[in-house]
């Protein structure tokens, strides 16, 4: 079974891939393969509208099952911000840009606690969606720790580990917000693929 990923983004595009290596009869396809797709704008105000409106317009433009994530990190002190934001927070767009913005606004900030939050879509060429959420709590660090991740990993500490999911990118893969969504579907899978959902 053809499932196309909907991401431009090669570090979700192998963690993904990475997450379902164990699935067996699912062969993965990404623009990586030479595909194209639209540009889906994501004007979304939730998580949750972001990912249904990119799994279901490029399902129907590939007739292929899609997978779409949005995902971001929200900030308690900031009221949830970046969140649908969080990869255009600066207006450079760029991971550093991104990190230096969100550690001047919170560099008097006591309260660091955060959450990583991921909406997983499912959607089918025939317009039907089913989205699965998972959230990995944490904390922001003052400094950077770690090269393995990307996006605001370096700053995002995870208290039971003692370390940012930079420092750890094989237990990212099992614990991640990201990871945890893609468990909600891997549960669900067989019922969504044989029409019992």
């Known amino acids: 079974m053809k499932v196309f990923l909907a991401t431009g983004n090669k570090h979700k595009v192998d963690e993904i891939k990475a997450i379902f290596s164990g699935v067996k009869d699912i062969e993965i396809y990404s623009i990586k393969d030479g595909i194209e797709i639209p540009e889906v704008v994501e004007d979304g105000q939730t998580f949750e509208e972001n990912s249904a409106k990119k799994a279901m317009e490029i399902a129907k433009y590939t007739n292929m099952i899609t997978i779409a994530d949005d995902s971001g990190l929200c900030v308690d002190a900031l009221n949830g911000a970046p969140g649908v934001y969080s990869a255009r927070f600066s207006a450079e767009g760029t991971d550093e840009a991104n990190n230096k913005k969100l550690m ?94």
């Open 104 to 197: 001047e606004v919170m560099k008097n900030e006591k309260n660091r606690k955060c959450k990583f939050v991921s909406v997983v879509t499912l959607g089918k060429p025939d317009g039907r969606v089913y989205s699965f959420r998972g959230e990995v709590e944490g904390e922001l660090l003052y400094e950077p720790k770690g090269n393995k991740g990307f996006g605001y990993d370096p700053y995002f500490n995870v208290k039971e580990y003692g370390k940012t999911l930079a420092e750890m990118p094989e237990i990212k893969n099992k614990i991640s917000h990201r990871a945890m969504a893609l468990k909600k579907l891997e549960l669900e899978l067989n019922d969504i693929l044989t029409d019992k959902k």
